[in-house]
């Protein structure tokens, strides 16, 4: 099948890393049998509907008549009702196949892919790669096949990436799986495609497809975070990658939650209608117990950290919170 | 016959002042009246009315989108997400589900089969009664805490959000469930016990074929509906685990629910439609319906294969493979039910008397959007395709193709036709196709757009998008306004000739079923004598009358 589609490929469709009129780039190895089966439908839906808008338009006006004019003669046509039964039929069943054949290579991983692990949660996404390294955008090597394996840890969410041509809604309290391999280096955007609530349309993230040789790399410097960076850097690191920012801001404005800004030492007014001074503790159980106690003014919408950040990362988080005055 | 064809050959009946409109007076006679054309006539008011609510929203939502961040103050992302909720809401629980079938479906079933009423005249009541006490509950959602779920309710976000409106939107839902169950067991008994003599199964009008199928599915799945409605709310107020994860339910089974109704419902939507455009392009055409018993088996074929296609809304949701083969198959078998009334539709037109009325251009309008509609299904429903478009503009704008080209295109070409039978009034000719003209283009222009930013990979329900995309939203926009004014000016005509028209004959078009041998408008009781029907497509022997602009029968 690939084969084929290969073949017709390179004469019916202008394929590659250029977006077209329709499509974003072609970037995984799946992208161009989707978009083949895509033109194979568009032409057949071109062609039916020039046909049948253009019949139309001319029997209104070729047999346009008077009031006065007498009704037209009764006409059946069994063959003809048998032929537009029969070919919609035929052309439905090949594109039913070719659907199929699609379908069926891009849900089918290879066995030697290379396992991200993703979570969903509003309104961030977090990868976390087999070495235990974390991170908020997806970095993978370019010609290798990778295969998703993600849940959501609150609504159903849906990972999209347009330039690869896959999707896969992630679900709470299950796991769904998606893969591809990237043809193209460089940066694609990642969307949330299932309605998740009031920044859904935020939940973007990208793919960063590294050359050959350059994942390691990268690998290896994201995930000693503490060795190579002052604990200042590395808490600003954290809270990037870990989604934070998608609901605290560092320049004073509220969203979601409150802002970061001037946040150490901070009193702050809760809702059951204490308060209480930000220091270290008030910090750590803020990210590990964040329903505990809620701000005044906020919702208890904060996913809790408890296991997904270690006491060093808390640290590192607390220094750089020191900073933003 | 002999007492009906003293009014058969002249276009007001003896007792010209006495029709259902003026038989008695006062809002009580209205409220609480049996009559089906009252209802009818009160169901068609105030879907036209929810028609405008949801329209607003719509053209909010568009304004929202003229810029890819924040646009209008007033409307941030909460704001944004309940607009487009009670956009979709309004439109397909309290628009299009009920407009074409409880609207033009509770005036016309009867007088086309000559009978004097529906088989249960107060269950027609009580379903209109049902319909303005779900539609209260829709308010109540707008004012209590709103709702932000989608039209949908997926779980687990319909379980969790803090909008409060979800448990009176949904059992809004639920109350509208029972208003569409009523009317479609009414139907179906009407259609059963009252046809006349003549009327075999095969003789019936394709407006009645369209309507029983659409009846069989609206008692069929909407209970189904109503059970998953029940369940959220249960879950959402006693806390007991059906769909949420948290609380040891599985979020995919309500989808599965849901689908299981809002599928066929789909079809609950354009399956009135088809029966209106049979209709429209053969009486317009003066020529006998080509192919009828496919088209009316067409329509039975989509009411019975729209049950077992739910499943192709779940390509994406974790659902097992083999499932989503299956789904997709039989999604392709619907696909050629469809084709074929397209193609009978047109051999209608071939070598035909063909008038260029406005029913006839909205007929016209609406065979090139449930084209396109329905041509855009099959990218949907090819599994690879699909994988890709899910849950992006392109679906948005296929199925905006198949509902509102569809059905909207459809109920104007139905009020246009109906118009003079059920008001007495002709409307402006003129003003009649520039509507249906900026209809068709405003419609094409907000939503082939669409299409391409779909295809290019921007996701439904975005408050803001990547700058990109930008040109096509604003296209869209401009397109939804002169969509707008192109629907207001089409209900302004319909107005207007409430008062201005001229009277209208019985029968302007030369049609040959049943509700053309009734006055225009028809009396209380629509018919002294049952008539006999005949071939409700033979039109040879009605001949165009210019004395009175109508035409009458040679028939005895």
């Known amino acids: ?325 | 016959m002999s007492s009906l064809d003293t009014t058969l050959g002249h276009g007001a009946p003896a007792h010209a002042e006495d029709n259902y409109l003026t038989h008695s007076h006062g809002w009580k006679s209205w409220l609480l009246t049996l009559d089906h054309k009252r209802i009818g006539v009160m169901y068609l008011c105030s879907t036209i009315a929810s028609l405008f609510l949801g329209g607003f929203f719509a053209l909010a939502l568009r304004t929202e989108l003229l810029t890819p961040g924040p646009t209008i103050a007033m409307i941030d992302h909460d704001m944004y997400n309940r607009m487009f909720t009670l956009h979709g809401a309004i439109m397909v629980f309290l628009f299009i589900i009920p407009a074409i079938p409880a609207g033009l479906g509770n005036f016309f079933v009867p007088v086309m089969l000559g009978a004097k009423d529906v088989a249960f005249p107060k269950l027609n009541l009580a379903s209109y009664h049902l319909w303005i006490f779900g539609a209260v509950f829709f308010v109540t959602a707008m004012v209590h805490g709103g709702i932000d779920t989608g039209w949908t309710f997926y779980t687990p976000y319909s379980v969790t959000t803090p909008a409060n409106g979800v448990i009176w939107a949904t059992m809004g839902v639920f109350i509208l469930g029972f208003s569409s169950i009523f009317t479609g067991l009414n139907f179906i008994v009407t259609i059963h016990k009252l046809r006349p003599e003549g009327m075999t199964w095969f003789r019936m009008p394709l407006f009645l074929w369209a309507l029983y199928s659409t009846s069989v599915i609206q008692v069929l799945a909407t209970p189904v509906l109503a059970i998953t409605v029940l369940l959220l709310t249960v879950e959402r107020t006693l806390h007991v685990g059906i769909f949420d994860p948290a609380l040891g339910g599985d979020p995919v089974l309500f989808q599965h629910f849901f689908w299981f109704y809002s599928h066929p419902a789909v079809y609950i939507m354009i399956l009135p439609g088809f029966g209106i455009i049979s209709e429209i392009v053969s009486v317009h055409s003066r020529k006998h319906i080509f192919g009828y018993r496919f088209i009316a088996f067409s329509s039975l074929a989509i009411a019975l294969l729209g049950f077992l296609v739910w499943g192709h809304h779940l390509f994406t949701s974790g659902q097992s493979q083999l499932a989503s083969v299956i789904f997709s198959a039989i999604s392709f078998a619907i696909a050629i039910p469809s084709a074929i009334k397209v193609f009978n539709w047109l051999a209608t037109m071939y070598k035909s008397s063909l008038q260029l009325t406005t029913p006839m251009w909205y007929a016209f309008g609406f065979i090139v959007l449930f084209l396109i509609g329905g041509l855009t299904g099959l990218f949907l429903a090819a599994l690879a395709v699909d994988i890709h478009l899910h849950d992006t503009y392109f679906v948005v704008a296929h199925f905006h193709y198949v509902m509102v080209g569809g059905t909207l295109l459809a109920l104007f070409g139905g009020l246009y036709h109906w118009w003079p039978k059920m008001f007495g009034r002709m409307y402006n000719e003129f003003w009649g196709k520039v509507g249906a003209v900026l209809v068709t283009l405003g419609f094409n222009v907000t939503f082939f757009p669409q299409f391409v930013m779909g295809t290019r990979g921007m996701p439904r329900r975005y408050y803001s998008y990547l700058p990109e995309f930008q040109p096509l939203h604003v296209a869209s926009t401009i397109g939804a306004y002169l969509l707008g004014f192109g629907i207001l000016l089409a209900f302004v005509n319909l107005g207007v000739a409430l008062f201005r028209g001229r009277k209208a004959p019985t029968n302007p078009w030369g049609g040959a079923t049943l509700e053309w041998q009734c006055a225009s408008p028809p009396p209380h009781d629509n018919f002294s004598v049952t008539p006999v029907a005949h071939d409700p497509y033979d039109f040879a022997h009605l001949k165009y009358d210019e004395k009175i602009d109508g035409y009458t029968s040679r028939r005895s």
Request: a negative charge; charged letters at 20%.
């Open chain 1, 1 to 325: 099948m690939n084969t084929l589609v290969g073949s017709m490929l390179s004469q019916l469709v202008i394929a590659g890393s250029e977006a077209s009129y329709w499509f974003p780039p072609q970037a995984s190895t799946t992208a161009a049998e989707v978009d083949w089966v895509y033109y194979f439908i568009y032409w057949i839906s071109v062609f039916f509907t020039v046909m049948i808008v253009s019949a139309g338009l001319y029997f209104m006006w070729r047999f346009r008549s008077k009031k006065t004019a007498g009704a037209a003669a009764a006409a059946h046509n069994t063959a003809l009702e048998v032929t537009w039964t029969v070919v919609p039929g035929i052309l439905c069943a090949c594109i039913f196949y070719f659907g199929l054949t699609g379908y069926m290579d891009t849900h089918t991983p290879p066995d030697d892919a290379y396992v991200v692990n993703v979570t969903g949660v509003k309104w961030a996404w977090s990868f976390t790669y087999p070495d235990g390294t974390v991170s908020d955008t997806l970095h993978v090597p370019v010609h290798r096949p990778v295969r998703l394996v993600m849940t959501s840890e609150d609504v159903i969410h849906s990972l999209f990436i347009p330039a690869f041509r896959t999707k896969q809604d992630v679900v709470p309290g299950r796991y769904t799986e998606e893969w591809f391999e990237a043809t193209e280096t460089g940066e694609f955007t990642i969307f949330c495609a299932e309605f998740c609530g009031t920044k859904h349309s935020e939940m973007l993230s990208k793919v960063v497809v590294h050359p050959e040789g350059d994942f390691t790399k990268w690998l290896s410097a994201a995930g000693n975070i503490h060795e190579r960076m002052s604990p200042v850097e590395a808490g600003e690191l954290l809270v990037k990658q870990r989604g934070c920012m998608q609901c605290h801001s560092t320049d004073g404005s509220p969203s979601t939650g409150p802002s970061w800004k001037g946040i150490w030492g901070r009193g702050e007014k809760l809702a059951d209608g204490s308060s209480v001074t930000v220091d270290e503790n008030y910090i750590r159980s803020s990210i590990f117990q964040p329903q505990a106690q809620i701000v005044a003014g906020y919702g208890p919408v904060m996913p809790t950290f408890q296991g997904k950040l270690k006491d060093r990362d808390i640290t590192a988080i607390i220094e750089y919170f020191k900073t933003l005055k």
